[in-house]
Nanobody, 126 residues
């Protein structure tokens, strides 16, 4: 069974930075896309970023492009989300997720992601 465990959330002032980590277990990590989503109170869960298994291709939501960077260390079965220039509107619970099937094409749709972590809270104060 695939398990995902996020860490690194916290409280930060606007303009600050945080790095989230997500460690996976239960299958060959390097073969699968890893994605990041977030959900703010009262809002739908939305795509943030994703990275292919090799790390060669990434995708970002327009709202975070240029501020957030996702990367992965396949030797450590870990994917990262570096968040810079944080804004109060980035406040949300952040989830990592991964599809059940192998693919080289990043999907921005949460329906394509089958396994989810428990989430980590990120709060950005103004």
């Amino acid at each position: 069974q695939v398990q995902l465990v996020e860490s690194g959330g916290g409280l930060v002032q606007a303009g600050g930075s945080l790095r989230l980590s997500c460690t996976a277990s239960g299958r060959t990590f390097s073969a699968y896309i890893m994605g990041w989503f977030r959900q703010a109170p009262g809002k739908e869960r939305e795509f943030v970023a994703a990275i292919t298994g090799s790390g060669g291709t990434t995708g970002y939501a327009d709202s975070v492009k240029g501020r957030f960077t996702t990367s992965r260390d396949n030797a450590k079965n870990t994917v990262y989300l570096q968040m810079n220039s944080l804004k109060p509107e980035d406040t949300a619970v952040y989830f990592c997720a991964t599809p059940a099937s192998r693919s080289a094409v990043i999907s921005y749709s949460r329906s394509q992601y089958n396994f989810w972590g428990q989430g980590t809270q990120v709060t950005v104060s103004s």
